[in-house]
T-cell receptor, first 115, second 113 residues
Framework: AQTVTQSQPEMSVQEAETVTLSCTYDTSENNYYLFWYKQPPSRQMILVIRQEAYKQQNATENRFSVNFQKAAKSFSLKISDSQLGDTAMYFCAFMRTNTGNQFYFGTGTSLTVIP | KAGVTQTPRYLIKTRGQQVTLSCSPISGHRSVSWYQQTPGQGLQFLFEYFSETQRNKGNFPGRFSGRQFSNSRSEMNVSTLELGDSALYLC????????????FGQGTRLTVV
């Protein structure tokens, strides 16, 4: 079975500063994807960044980057130059693909950017 | 390209009624999966469809069912609604293979009274 753990229920960061959200996962599969999604009060799940497990290079997307440690099963998200619009719930997600695409989610980290 | 479209956005139903939710995936995506989000249980997997076939099913009662059409649009149905079915229902549209991508719809907020 796959599990995803986010150990930080709440975090805060000053505007323009950098913050790192932690995520660990457990799986015995070799082919999978990892995602970070942002869910603002509108409740829409917005893709922040994606990492293919077969790629060693860490994914980056503008101010967002990940530190993917496959052996340690760790997948943290770094947000640089934090903006007020980054305030949201952030979910780490594992998508297995071997027998169908299915997501497993962490419990989320509520991030508040302080002006 | 167009995003994932879920309809309706909001629903209010009475206990015992049934409801049908719709999800139109991104063009070219053949996999649609459904999730229930509640404050107490978080995000839970309902089922996944690929090419009109259910590939996986979560641990939900048989009142929850779904299907997928030849154009990849998917519907989920909940019969004999209970108060506990009140939740945000999200669908994910995804592709297969290398460079797979996955996007979510805006969700349907179901309230059972």
């Amino acid at each position: 079975a796959q599990t995803v753990t986010q150990s930080q229920p709440e975090m805060s960061v000053q505007e323009a500063e950098t913050v790192t959200l932690s995520c660990t996962y457990d799986t015995s599969e070799n082919n999978y994807y990892l995602f970070w999604y942002k869910q603002p009060p509108s409740r829409q799940m917005i893709l922040v960044i994606r990492q293919e497990a077969y790629k060693q290079q860490n994914a980056t997307e503008n101010r967002f980057s990940v530190n993917f440690q496959k052996a340690a099963k760790s997948f943290s998200l770094k947000i640089s130059d934090s903006q007020l619009g980054d305030t949201a719930m952030y979910f780490c997600a594992f998508m297995r693909t071997n027998t169908g695409n299915q997501f497993y989610f962490g419990t989320g980290t509520s991030l508040t950017v302080i002006p | 390209k167009a995003g994932v479209t879920q309809t309706p956005r909001y629903l209010i139903k009475t206990r015992g009624q049934q409801v049908t939710l719709s999800c139109s995936p991104i063009s070219g995506h053949r996999s649609v999966s459904w999730y229930q989000q509640t404050p107490g249980q978080g995000l839970q997997f309902l089922f996944e469809y690929f090419s009109e076939t259910q590939r996986n099913k979560g641990n939900f009662p048989g009142r929850f069912s779904g299907r997928q059409f030849s154009n990849s649009r998917s519907e989920m149905n909940v019969s004999t609604l209970e108060l506990g079915d009140s939740a945000l229902y999200l669908c994910a549209s995804s592709s297969y293979g290398r460079e797979a991508e996955a996007f979510f719809g805006q969700g349907t907020r179901l309230t059972v009274v």
